[in-house]
């Protein structure tokens, strides 16, 4: 359990202030790989702004470099990268999910359809290889490793949905693919680029890895408790394709072996979704998930003890927070 003091508003929010100049260069050399595809397909790369607002990623990929070393030319190209295939990795999401919004507006398979989506993505994807390339191999085998990775956690959740015997470990095992693998990736770079120690690598790897699986926890939250209209995207489908989350599946261990029976034959005919969910929040179970993101962030700050102490490293510890304090 954490015993971190929580966030107040005027502290939630991402110092961006720090790498702004940064992220202007990662935005230029993104939007200009995109200019190809812009050409011929104008509307569609335009609608992708939608799917960026906070830039976690490439900004995660530069404070890194600034904490341990300084930031270079590579840093914002691989900042651009990790943008790409994070953006590629919601497009294609959302058609998992069957999601009509994101960030308060349509998503691309609401308006173009599916198959419009998937292709999307998969350019995107190929863009950010192409990119990668021009850095040197070892970037380009840090970003395969990390794709297959990612790939492979969506898969297993796919191939996993609506088994209710998953575990926790199951569920972490799938959380760290689906999303600690890339945010361990920015990290990784940022501190590989600047011309870290390979001990300084690893921490601010580990770092990554404990930071994005803690904003997969909290993002389960939301999608139980959230606000649609504070976040900006479709909420509820986890357990409506019967997504096996933490809070579903401690709520489910809290249960007597009778009452898990009945609650999974109600899960598995597809019904009464709102009394389960108001069981799962009654239960304490949300709240239980929410700790453990706590702790995972609390895992992330014991990484970056490790590193000299700087603003950047503050920045670091401060976006930890904001990932399990966020709305959105």
Same mark, same amino acid.
């Given at each position: 359990?954490?015993?971190?003091?929580?966030?107040?508003?005027?502290?939630?929010?991402?110092?961006?202030?720090?790498?702004?100049?940064?992220?202007?260069?990662?935005?230029?050399?993104?939007?200009?790989?995109?200019?190809?595809?812009?050409?011929?397909?104008?509307?569609?790369?335009?609608?992708?702004?939608?799917?960026?607002?906070?830039?976690?990623?490439?900004?995660?990929?530069?404070?890194?470099?600034?904490?341990?070393?300084?930031?270079?030319?590579?840093?914002?190209?691989?900042?651009?990268?990790?943008?790409?295939?994070?953006?590629?990795?919601?497009?294609?999401?959302? #058609?998992?999910?069957?999601? &009509?919004?994101?960030?308060?507006?349509?998503?691309?398979?609401?308006?173009?359809?599916?198959?419009?989506?998937?292709?999307?993505?998969?350019?995107?994807?190929?863009?950010?290889?192409?990119?990668?390339?021009?850095?040197?191999?070892?970037?380009?085998?840090?970003?395969?490793?990390?794709?297959?990775? /990612?790939?492979?956690?969506?898969?297993?959740?796919?191939?996993? &949905?609506?088994?209710? $015997?998953?575990?926790?470990? $199951?569920?972490?095992?799938?959380?760290?693919?689906?999303?600690? /693998?890339?945010?361990?990736?920015?990290?990784?770079?940022?501190?590989?680029?600047?011309?870290?120690?390979?001990?300084?690598?690893?921490?601010? &790897?580990?770092?990554?890895?404990?930071?994005?699986?803690?904003?997969?926890?909290?993002?389960? #939250?939301? $999608?139980?408790?959230?606000?649609?209209?504070?976040?900006?995207?479709?909420?509820?489908?986890?357990?409506?394709?019967?997504?096996?989350?933490?809070?579903?599946?401690?709520?489910?261990?809290?249960?007597?072996?009778?009452?898990?029976?009945?609650?999974?034959?109600?899960?598995?005919?597809?019904?009464? $979704?709102?009394?389960?969910?108001?069981?799962?929040?009654?239960?304490? &179970? #949300?709240?239980?998930?929410?700790?453990?993101?706590?702790?995972?962030?609390?895992?992330?700050?014991?990484?970056?003890?490790?590193?000299?102490?700087?603003?950047?490293?503050?920045?670091?510890?401060?976006?930890?927070?904001?990932?399990?304090?966020?709305?959105?």
């Amino acid at each position: 359990m954490s015993n971190k003091t929580m966030l107040g508003p005027s502290q939630a929010r991402l110092p961006i202030s720090l790498v702004a100049r940064d992220l202007e260069e990662v935005e230029r050399i993104y939007q200009k790989t995109l200019d190809p595809f812009r050409a011929k397909f104008g509307p569609v790369i335009q609608h992708l702004d939608n799917y960026r607002g906070k830039r976690l990623r490439p900004m995660l990929v530069l404070l890194a470099g600034h904490a341990a070393g300084g930031v270079t030319r590579n840093h914002h190209v691989l900042g651009a990268v990790v943008e790409m295939i994070h953006t590629a990795t919601l497009v294609h999401d959302d #058609v998992l999910d069957a999601a &009509a919004t994101r960030r308060h507006g349509s998503t691309v398979n609401a308006a173009w359809g599916n198959h419009a989506s998937i292709l999307l993505g998969d350019m995107l994807f190929s863009a950010a290889f192409c990119l990668c390339a021009t850095v040197d191999a070892a970037a380009c085998e840090i970003i395969g490793e990390t794709t297959n990775r /990612v790939c492979a956690g969506e898969l297993q959740q796919v191939t996993t &949905a609506g088994r209710l $015997d998953l575990t926790e470990a $199951d569920y972490f095992d799938i959380i760290e693919g689906k999303t600690g /693998v890339l945010t361990e990736c920015a990290t990784r770079l940022g501190a590989r680029y600047a011309g870290a120690s390979v001990a300084a690598e690893r921490h601010m &790897a580990d770092y990554g890895r404990h930071l994005g699986m803690a904003f997969q926890v909290a993002d389960d #939250v939301l $999608d139980l408790r959230g606000d649609e209209t504070t976040a900006g995207k479709t909420l509820g489908t986890d357990l409506a394709q019967r997504k096996m989350t933490l809070p579903l599946i401690r709520y489910l261990n809290s249960l007597s072996e009778a009452d898990d029976r009945r609650v999974k034959g109600r899960l598995a005919t597809h019904d009464h $979704d709102a009394e389960i969910l108001d069981a799962v929040i009654a239960s304490g &179970a #949300v709240e239980s998930a929410q700790l453990q993101a706590e702790a995972m962030i609390d895992e992330a700050h014991e990484a970056l003890g490790h590193l000299p102490a700087s603003p950047y490293r503050t920045a670091l510890e401060h976006v930890a927070r904001w990932a399990v304090r966020r709305t959105a």
